[in-house]
C-alpha cells in the first residue's frame, strides 16, 4: 500500500522525459565528434572517464564476493555490451541520428525474442505478431532494395542485439547481486573490455573531443539515474511510451544541427517498433512479469 502511494504518473512521466532527453545529449555528442577518433577508442574513453562516478562505491565494491560462475557471466556481458557499443558508436558516424534512434527502438525486441531461447519464455500469438511488425518497421527504416544500405544500418542491427544479450544477462545476475553493483560491475568490465579495440587503433584526442566524451559520460549517467527515478514513481507501462519522444527530438536536432532531412520513412518505421514495444510491455504488465526492457533500459 505503501508503494502504491507514492506512485505518480506525472512525476514518473517527467523523469522519462528528462532520461530522454539525456540520452538524445549523448548521441548529439557523440555525433559531433565525427570520425578522427575510432568507435572504439571513443567508446573507451567515454566508459573510462565515467569511472569518476563509480568512487564512492569503490570501497564496497573491493570488498565484493562473487563465485567464478557469476564472474564469468559479467564478464560476458562486458564483452558483449563492448561490442554493442563500438558498433553504435561507428553507426553514430555514419547515419542520421533519427536512424539511429529509431533503429535503437529494436532493443527490446532483441530481447522478447531471446527470452525464448535462453529465459524459458513462450511467445503467445499476440506477441508473435507485435514482433513482426517491429520487424516490419525495422524494413521500412532501411528500405533494403530501394537505397543502399550504409555499413551503420548493419551495425545497428548488431548493436541492438548485443544489447538484448547484455541485459539479458543483467536480468538473470539482477536476482544474485544488488542493482548498484550489475550497473557498476558493467561501466568496469566494458572499460576493461574496450581497451584492447581502442589500442589497436590509437589517436591522441584533443582537449576538445576529451570534453565531448565526458559530457556523453555525464548525460548517460544522468539518464540512467533519471531512468531509475521513473521507475520508481510510475508504472512501465506509463513510462514506457514516452520515450517515443527521443525519436521527435533525434528528427529536430538532426534538421537543426547536422542539416539532416526528416525521413517520414524513418519516422514512421520507428513508430510502428515503437508501438509494437508499448504493446509487448502493457501484455507482460497484464499478465504481471517483465522481461522485456524499457528501450532506454539497453543503452550505453
Known sequence: MEAAATQSPARGIFWMVVTGFCFVAVTALVKTLGERVPAAEAAFLRYLLGLVF??????????????????QLFGLRGLLHSLGVILWFYAMTRIPLAEVTAMNYLNPVYVTVLAVFFLGERLALRRILAIVAALAGALLILR?????????????????????????????????????????????????????????????????????????????????????????????????????????WSVLLGMAFFGEPADPWVIGGGSLIMGAVIFITWREAVLKRRVTPVVSETKH
Open 144 to 248: 533494403p532494395g530501394f537505397r543502399a544500405l550504409d555499413p551503420g544500418h548493419i551495425a545497428m542491427l548488431g548493436t541492438a542485439l548485443f544489447f538484448a544479450g547484455s541485459y539479458l544477462l543483467a536480468k538473470i545476475m539482477s536476482g544474485e547481486v544488488s542493482a548498484s553493483v550489475v550497473v557498476a560491475l558493467l561501466s568496469v568490465t566494458v572499460t576493461i573490455g574496450l581497451a584492447p579495440f581502442a589500442l589497436a587503433a590509437w589517436v591522441w584526442p584533443s582537449a576538445w573531443e576529451l570534453l565531448v566524451l565526458f559530457g556523453v559520460a555525464c548525460f548517460a549517467t544522468a539518464g540512467h539515474y533519471a531512468m531509475t527515478l521513473a521507475f520508481a514513481a510510475a508504472p512501465v507501462t506509463v513510462t514506457q511510451p514516452v520515450t517515443f519522444l527521443q525519436l521527435v
Open 54 to 71: 563509480l568512487v564512492p562505491m569503490w570501497r564496497s565494491l573491493s570488498q565484493l564476493r562473487l563465485t567464478g560462475r557469476q564472474w
